[in-house]
Each structure stands twice: as structure tokens, then as C-alpha cells.
């Protein structure tokens, strides 16, 4: 039944005049892409992940409370 197929996109394969893009320059950006993305891969092990400073804030908060009420009293 083709009344519930759906067409496939048409799919061009257009050039601009002026782009002259060679493969070397196809090549360089994949390979400076493949180094993007191990770069990103090997993340240092020191770095403070963003729940362990939250926690860190809730707990120097909560202290900071508890001084100040034992302060008060």
C-alpha cells in the first residue's frame, strides 16, 4: 500500500563554483577532528566533578548554620 509509505528526502549532490576543496584538505579536517575528539576522551582525574563541589557547598553551608545557631544561643 503506498498511501502509507512516505517518500525519501531527495538528496543532491551540488558543488559551489567557487568551493575548491581538494581531499588534502578533506583529510587534514578529519584528522584534526579525530584529535578534537581523543583530546576530549582523556580528561584529567583531578578535575572536581560538579556534584562533589555541590555537596562540598551543601555541607560548608549546613556548618556554617549550626555555628551560627550555636552562636546565637
Known amino acids: 500500500m503506498s498511501l502509507f509509505k512516505q517518500r525519501k528526502s531527495k538528496s543532491f549532490n551540488y558543488i559551489p563554483r567557487n568551493q575548491k576543496s581538494s581531499r588534502n584538505d578533506d583529510e587534514h579536517l578529519k584528522t584534526q577532528w579525530e584529535a578534537v575528539k581523543r583530546h576530549g576522551k582523556h580528561r ?3 578535575a572536581i566533578s560538579l556534584p562533589l563541589l555541590l ?3 551543601g555541607m ?14
Open 44 to 46: 584529567s582525574k583531578r
Open 55 to 57: 555537596v562540598i557547598l
Open 60 to 73: 560548608i553551608i549546613a556548618l556554617w548554620y549550626l555555628l551560627t545557631h550555636y552562636q546565637t544561643t
